[in-house]
C-alpha cells in the first residue's frame, strides 16, 4: 500500500467534512481529529476498510480496535452496557473514556476490529469533528491513531503526514488536539469491576494489566520516536535533546510553569521534534505521577523500552 495513494488534506468545513464522509462510507481511510489525538478512522462494519487500517499502520493483528460511536443507541447495537458501565457512560461520555465492554451477539462490526476477543472497545468523543464526521457517516467508526504502529501519536495533521502521507485517502485538518494523549481505557467485569487498562486524561484510579492484550496501548513498547529515550533527567548530555518540565529547562518544554494538563497537549508535539532533531538520544525532565503525569509518564515509558 505505501506510496500508492494521492493523500488529500481537507479543511474541517462543510465541504471537507461532507468529502471525509464520503471517503469513509466508500471504504476509505480518512486521519480525523479527536480531543485526544488524530485518529484514523474507517468504517467498522467493513472487513475490507478496517484491513486496510492494519496495512496503513503496519499493525500487529492481535491488538484490537476502538470503535467510535455518535450516539447511545448506537453503543447500545455493539455492546451489553451493563448499570456500572452505564454510570461511567453517562457521567463521562462523550469524552475521552474508551469502555471495554462485552460484545453483543450479532453485533455488525468487522472480526478484526476486536481481534478475536468477547469484548469490544467504545468511545463517544466529544471533539466536534470527529462527531460531524461520525453523524454525517451514520457508521460507527474505527480509529486507532492515525500514524505508523508503534510510533509518536499524531496531535497534528503534520504529524499525520510524516508516516502515512501516500497511506491513507485523507486528512482532516481540524488543527491541534486539545488533550493531547490517548483517551482513558477501563474494562468493566461481570461483576462491576473496573480495571484501568490504559490511564489517560479521565482518572478511575490505579491500572491493572493482566497480561493479556485487551484494548489499545498496552503493548510495553509504544510511542517510539526511534532513539533512546531517558526519563526523569536533571542533566543534560551532549547528544541529549532534552524535553523540559517545570524548572527544568529543554531544547522543547512541556510545560515551564509545571501545568500537567499543558503538558499533556503538549507531550507527542514534543517527542515528534525530538525525532526530528539531530541529537541522538532524548532525555525527559521528571513529571509528577498524579492526575494525568500517571498517563504521560505511562506513555514516556512505553517510549523509552526498546522494541523486540
Not at 499525520?160 to 493531547?180: E, F, K, T, Y
Request: charged letters at 20%; proline letters at 7%; a negative charge.
Amino acid at each position: 500500500m505505501g506510496g500508492k495513494y494521492v493523500t488529500e488534506m481537507l479543511r474541517a468545513d462543510a465541504a471537507g467534512i461532507a468529502r471525509a464522509s464520503e471517503i469513509l462510507r466508500d471504504g476509505g481511510l480518512v486521519a480525523v481529529p479527536t480531543e485526544t489525538v488524530y485518529g484514523l478512522a474507517a468504517r467498522a462494519d467493513s472487513d475490507e476498510a478496517v484491513a486496510r487500517i492494519y496495512e496503513a499502520k503496519g499493525r500487529p493483528s492481535f491488538n484490537p480496535l476502538i470503535v467510535h460511536v455518535a450516539s447511545l443507541d448506537q453503543a447500545n447495537d455493539l455492546a451489553v452496557i451493563g448499570d456500572a458501565a452505564a454510570h461511567l457512560v453517562h457521567r463521562y461520555w462523550p469524552g475521552p473514556l474508551t469502555l471495554v465492554l462485552p460484545l453483543r451477539q450479532g453485533a455488525r462490526l468487522a472480526a478484526a476490529v476486536t481481534a478475536g476477543l468477547d469484548t469490544v472497545a467504545l468511545r463517544m468523543p466529544d471533539n466536534p469533528v470527529m462527531r460531524a464526521v461520525l453523524d454525517a457517516t451514520g457508521l460507527p467508526l474505527a480509529a486507532p491513531s492515525a500514524n505508523r504502529s508503534g510510533f509518536i501519536s499524531p496531535t497534528t495533521p503534520g504529524h499525520v503526514l510524516a508516516s502515512l502521507d501516500a497511506r491513507i485517502d485523507a486528512v482532516l485538518d481540524g488543527g491541534p488536539c486539545r488533550a493531547g494523549v490517548e483517551s482513558t481505557i477501563a474494562a468493566v467485569r461481570d461483576d462491576g469491576w473496573i480495571d484501568v487498562l490504559r490511564p489517560g486524561p479521565i482518572d478511575l484510579g490505579q491500572s491493572a494489566f493482566s497480561g493479556n492484550i485487551e484494548a489499545p496501548g498496552q503493548l510495553a513498547s509504544h510511542y517510539s520516536p526511534g532513539k533512546p529515550v531517558r526519563l526523569n533527567a536533571v542533566q543534560v548530555a551532549p547528544d541529549d535533546f532534552m524535553i523540559g518540565f517545570g524548572d527544568v529547562a529543554g531544547d522543547c518544554t512541556l510545560s515551564s510553569s509545571g501545568d500537567l494538563t499543558e503538558a499533556a497537549s503538549r507531550l507527542y508535539a514534543c517527542l515528534h521534534e525530538g525525532a526530528r532533531s539531530a541529537k541522538r538520544s532524548i532525555a525527559v525532565a521528571p513529571v509528577p505521577d498524579e492526575g494525568i503525569g500517571a498517563a504521560i509518564n505511562d506513555r514516556l515509558r512505553r517510549a523509552a523500552t526498546p522494541a523486540g
